[in-house]
């Protein structure tokens, strides 16, 4: 028997955020593994399916359990939040086939796209996205804060929206203020910010302010933040949030 390997994205909360092919995936799987808390979004299925749960940091290992259980013939799906090639498991699986066992290449493995964050983030805003964007993880864990602040640099310098993830966590709550501090410098202070919590979900937050205002970041590890283009802009509303967008057409630059 051939076991399988597909890689899933749960989208970034509220269930009918992620698609029908994953949760096609998800039914049809003989074993799911994952973080605990991604692993605890999956409706149980009557069918005994296996569940291989596991901490957040070790997701090398938990990428060659679910090869080395494909490997046995198991149909495995391994299991992201947003989408699996953002910054999440869908790397790690294919890191760890590059290294790994050479029969790892012959197996099926998929991957099965999801609403990734930035895109529930922007699409609650308005639509922030709507001119040219990039998206910088500020986790320094897998690279180092120099690459992080060049990436930064050049972003401010090409006048994209960015999309910040991993903005701050208990161990690196003073990234965020780094990233914006070096953002100030080289951008106008009336540059918008968004934060959204829990985008996708029904504890969702929206926030939206400047680069200029000096309020303390507001952000966790649950977190989207988007830092708006020259082009963006704010519509006010009366006792409703404001609305963000980024025009389509933009002035030829300078
Ligand atoms: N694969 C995920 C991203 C993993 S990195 C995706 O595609 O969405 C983890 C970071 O994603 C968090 O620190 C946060 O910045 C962002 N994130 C994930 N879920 C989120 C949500 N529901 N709302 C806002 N940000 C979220």
Known sequence: MTGSLTVVG??????????????????EATDLVGYDTYLARVPETETGQRRHSSGNRVETERARQ??????????????????????????AVFEAIEKGDAAWRALDVRVQPGVTAMLAAAAHAGAPLGGDFCAISLSDNLKAWATIEQRLEAAARGDFVIA??????????EQLGRALELLRQRKAPETVVVYVRAAGTSEMKLSVT??????????????????GSSATRIIPRDGAPPWVYTPRSEEARA
């Open 164 to 173: 910040l993830y991993n903005p701050a966590s208990r161990a690196r709550p």
């Open 210 to 227: 400047t680069l200029g205002a000096t309020d303390q970041p507001d952000a966790d590890m649950r977190t989207l933040v988007v830092v």
């Open 66 to 91: 679910a090869l080395q259980l494909a490997a046995e013939g198991r149909s495995v799906a391994l299991i992201s939040s947003g989408d699996p090639g953002v910054f999440a498991m869908a790397a």
């Open 10 to 27: 749960l989208g970034p909360g509220a269930p009918e955020l992620t698609t029908p092919a994953v949760s096609m995936a998800l039914r």
